[in-house]
Each structure stands twice: as structure tokens, then as C-alpha cells.
């Protein structure tokens, strides 16, 4: 059983070499002149292609998710679609100024300070650290309690 993450669908370089889409982007994006691993060979992001009857031949490859909480098991072709649902893959925090990674079950169980909300008074979208602050001392449309 492989992890699902490792494998992402197999494409040919110009030079005749195969490798794994996500592996050869990332690769090809991160300098200048990207290389074949194999050969050598230059390429171009632009210029990969799928290899047909490598993917044809993976989709029935048995994979489970990459997540270690997560029990599921499938074919390398229902992963992605898994992968896309499963509450239990980390992924980075949405929100602005998160660097964190968390499962979307933990995502939606804790309130994230760094989530914009709207404030009840003036709807404006603030987020949930600066809400209090926002109603009390900028928010023009708030209700005020005077004291006798």
C-alpha cells in the first residue's frame, strides 16, 4: 500500500524520462534551469506531458491516505477525491497570518484568532483577535451602555 501523496500523475519529459507531475512543477519552478534527474536534459514546466499508459496503469494502484489518523484505503484513483473531503489531512491555516498546519477537524473545532467575522454592529469584517477592541473603541454603529 503506498501513500497516495507520493504518487501524483506520471508524466515524459522531452528527453524520453518519466517522472511525477507535482514533483517535476515544483522542481522546474524552483530554478532557473531545471534539469532531467536522469539525464540531465533541460525542460520546461510548459513542456511536460502526461504519460498515458503510466496513468492508465496507476489508477488501480491500492493507496491509503497520507493522513496517519486516517484509516481509509482505496485506488490511487479515488484519492484525490478523498484527499479533497478527508478531515483529517493537515493542511496550512487559511486564515491571514497563520503558519501553522492543522486537520480542517481541528480547524473547525478551535476558533482561530486570525478568522474575519463581521461585526454585529457595522458588519464590517474584522478578525476575531480585534473584534472585542473593534466594538469598543471603533465600531460607529454599536450599542452603548451608559452607566447612571
Known sequence: LFSYSIVSRPV????GHSGYKNCMETWAEST??????????????????????????????????NSQTCQWKGNY???NDHLRHCPKVRERCP????QHMAAWEEMT???CPKE?????GCQLSVTREKLQFHRTSLCIITTVCCID
Not at 12 to 15: F, K, N, P, S
Not at 95 to 98: A, F
Not at 116 to 120: A, L, M, N, Q, V
Open 77 to 79: 484513483s479515488d484519492a
Open 95 to 98: 486564515n491571514e497570518g497563520r
Open 32 to 65: 532557473a534551469t531545471p534539469l532531467c534527474p536522469q539525464c540531465r536534459a533541460t525542460f520546461q514546466k510548459e513542456e511536460l506531458r502526461i504519460n498515458v499508459a503510466m496513468d492508465k496503469a496507476t489508477q488501480d494502484l491500492p493507496v491509503k491516505c
Open 109 to 111: 473545532a478551535n476558533a
Open 12 to 15: 515524459t519529459l522531452a528527453c
Open 116 to 120: 474575519r467575522i463581521p461585526c454585529s
